[in-house]
């Protein structure tokens, strides 16, 4: 994959470096450097919330892998574990866990605030009509009280199998409220009540099924005139990666409508691929399910592969990889880029040396012209340039050629 299929990740401009007096700064040396990537390389937050409340110590290492690749953290908002006892939510541990990740640098979004799994017990005694009043006024509970730490959030997921879930003895609430509403009601409440919360905020329908089922939910959805922010695609895939084609057929098929795509929830695994005939992911968990060096060094070239097809498709804004660690991954798979005894993998590496190697600007020494000037060229996001201790801060915030921009040292 050539550099030509990443022109639309990739802006060029001119600084001109200006002292605090504001001269440009002739014929000097300075050093400019990439900060942050516009870009959204995500992980989910959820094994990091005891250590953001001061809990536990036993992550700090690994966070700094975190932190070393990811810039996007997913925190749990299950409803059942967020607010197992109706009255009582969650809301100050993953509130400083949220602010935890914002102040290393990290952009934070929420999942999700409607589903019908981990749909809690208490909702399931109360009549339909209360359920749809309790479930808006948790919305507007988590939206409104997040809105400064939480900027994106999965509205509602995986509607398509909604109205007929039904992997659980009784009906819970959330299946039964969208099975009498109708699945485009349904999304509708959420994301008109996430979007009266926080007008601002980034809201995706997110969905499992990648079949044609999901296409006729989302043109149903926007025909009915509901604002979907972005759309939200999964992709575990723990019974083999899709390869190239098929994932360029499914972001083509998607990006028809014209809206940002998320690949939300993405895994490959370090070990024995799950059997093809499973239809649910969740009826496949072995009791011991190791990582294996074959298996490591296949997920470190499809993880590669994997990337480069999503950042070379100029409809994905965000992917969010489920999981850095093997220990308490998803179904108990190996998927994670780090081993449970804390040691990287080499699909850790492979993606390390794209993020911040081959997509990053590392601090460069470049040549200020007569007038000031210096050419950047990066991959979108956040830049700094420097001179004799001061710090001028720019911005690549649009793919090809830029107007020439100022950087005042400070």
Same mark, same amino acid.
């Given at each position: 994959m050539?550099a ?8 060029d ?25 516009a ?7 959820f ?7 001061g ?8 966070a ?18 967020f ?24 952009r934070?979004?929420g999942h ?13 005694e109360?009549?339909? +009509?209360?359920v749809?009043?309790t479930?808006?006024?948790r919305i507007r ?8 730490v939480?900027?994106t959030?999965? +509205? ?7 109205p ?15 099975r ?25 329908l997110?969905d ?15 025909e009915?005139?509901?604002r ?6 999964q ?6 990666y ?13 990006a ?29 968990q ?5 990582s ?9 070239d ?10 070379a ?5 965000a992917?969010?990889y #489920?999981?850095?660690?093997d ?32 997509? #990053? ?5 470049l040549?200020?012209?007569?007038a ?39």
């Open positions: 050539t030509s299929q990443f022109r639309h990740r990739i802006g401009t001119v600084v001109t470096v200006l002292d605090d007096d504001g001269q440009p700064l002739a014929d000097r040396d300075v050093v400019v450097e990439q900060r942050a990537h870009f959204g390389f995500g992980n989910i937050g094994d990091y919330v005891p250590l953001a409340n809990e536990s110590d036993a992550l700090h290492d690994q700094a892998l975190w932190f070393d690749v990811f810039n996007t953290a997913t925190l749990p908002f299950y409803w059942s574990l607010e197992p006892e109706r009255g009582r939510p969650d809301t100050e541990r993953l509130r400083r866990a949220a602010q935890w990740f914002a102040d290393h640098g990290a934070v979004k999700p605030l409607v589903w019908h799994t981990l749909a809690p017990d208490w909702l399931r109360l009549p339909t +009509a209360e749809e009043a479930v808006r006024a509970r988590e939206v409104t009280g997040f809105a400064d939480v900027d959030w999965d +509205a509602i997921n995986e509607v398509v199998i909604m007929v879930f039904s992997n659980e003895e009784q009906v819970n609430a959330i299946t039964r409220l969208a009498e509403k109708g699945r485009i009601a349904t999304v509708r409440l959420a994301f008109e009540e996430a979007r009266a919360a926080n007008p601002g905020a980034t809201l995706l997110n499992f099924d990648m079949s044609t089922a999901y296409e006729c939910l989302i043109e149903g959805v926007l009915a005139g509901i979907i922010d972005a759309l939200g695609l992709s575990h895939m723990h019974q083999g899709w390869g190239e084609d098929r994932t360029l057929e499914v972001l083509d098929r998607f028809r409508y014209g809206l940002p795509l998320h690949m939300t929830e993405t895994t490959l695994v370090s070990g024995d691929l799950m059997p093809p005939d499973i239809d649910d992911l969740n009826d496949h072995p009791a011991s399910w190791p294996t060096p074959e298996g490591e060094a296949r997920q470190a499809e993880i590669e592969r994997h990337y480069r097809t999503l950042l498709h100029p409809s994905v804004q992917v969010t #489920w999981g850095l660690s220990e308490g991954a998803w179904l108990g798979a190996p998927a994670g880029l780090v081993r449970a005894d804390g040691t990287p993998k080499p699909a850790y590496d492979a993606l390390r040396t794209l993020v911040k190697g081959e997509w #990053w600007l590392p601090p460069t020494t040549r200020t012209d007569h000031g000037r210096v050419e950047v060229r990066g991959f979108l996001g956040d830049y700094q340039v420097h001179h004799a201790g001061r710090t001028a801060s720019f911005t690549l915030a649009t793919a090809g050629r830029l107007d020439h921009v100022k950087g005042v040292l400070r």
